[in-house]
């Protein structure tokens, strides 16, 4: 589903964020990504949603090498990938429901169907009753659900979080955790960074680890 080929990226002031990574990461499957602060944890997301491109090697998602994906084609490819960040990006001017609704609304769905779909998203992460709620109302776990459910309203393939529960208490965050995990079960190919060790080591997930934009651990299944 994601394979990195000997991925190598320097930025012009010469940081090596990646040296020669070669991992792959299984269609269906859940995998978290660690390592200390500048590891390269996130540039390996956004490689996989083509907000960067390597200066060496090859990053394929779903058997398409991303180097043909062209500036007009990288909207498309985003469709099939959902993000969620630690710090949630939401509107807070605008209700839960338009948060959550704003991606259908670009990518043109019929109003019916972004109400059928908001919806169905909201109640999978708990927060159906607090579709008309501004999000400044909401306890931050709350919040970090609302961002999840933005992310997969648009029933995407592929489900990237960058340290989803950085700013969350241990039990908020295992719950934040077992969302994921359900997204997985229904065939969401899910991958996570996390500084979190002590959390994603209970969970019985492959462990990607990077050091110094090198990978040490967790290449194969």
């Known amino acids: 589903m994601i394979s ?27 995998v978290f990504l660690t390592g200390h602060s500048g590891a390269g944890k996130s540039t390996m997301l956004r490689m996989i949603m083509l907000m960067e491109r390597p200066t060496r090697g090859q990053v394929l998602v779903d058997g398409q090498n991303l180097a043909g994906v062209s500036a007009r084609g990288i ?7 959902g993000v969620v960040f630690q710090n949630h990006r939401l509107l807070y001017d605008r209700p839960v ?16 169907e972004v109400g059928r779909r908001v919806r169905a998203a909201l109640d999978k992460v708990g927060l159906l009753s607090r579709e008309r709620a501004m999000p400044v109302t909401l306890s931050g776990g709350e919040q970090q ?3 999840i459910a933005r992310a997969v309203v648009g029933k995407p393939r592929i489900l990237l979080a960058d340290e989803p529960t950085g700013n969350l208490d241990p039990a908020l965050s295992a719950e934040i955790m077992q969302l994921f995990e359900e ?13 979190d060790l002590a959390l994603i080591s209970r969970l ?17 299944a």
């Open 145 to 147: 659900r609302v961002g």
């Open 97 to 112: 429901f338009d948060n959550v609704a704003l991606p259908l609304i670009i990518a043109g769905y019929d109003h019916r």
């Open 4 to 30: 990195f080929d000997r991925v190598s990226k320097r930025y012009a002031e010469g940081h090596d964020a990646l040296r020669e990574v070669s991992v792959e990461i299984a269609r269906d499957e859940l």
């Open 183 to 195: 997204f997985n079960q229904v065939g969401v190919t899910v991958l996570i960074a996390s500084h």
């Open 204 to 220: 019985r997930h492959r462990i990607i680890t990077l050091r110094h934009g090198r990978l040490v651990s967790g290449a194969a």
């Open 75 to 81: 909207p498309r490819h985003r469709r099939s990938i």
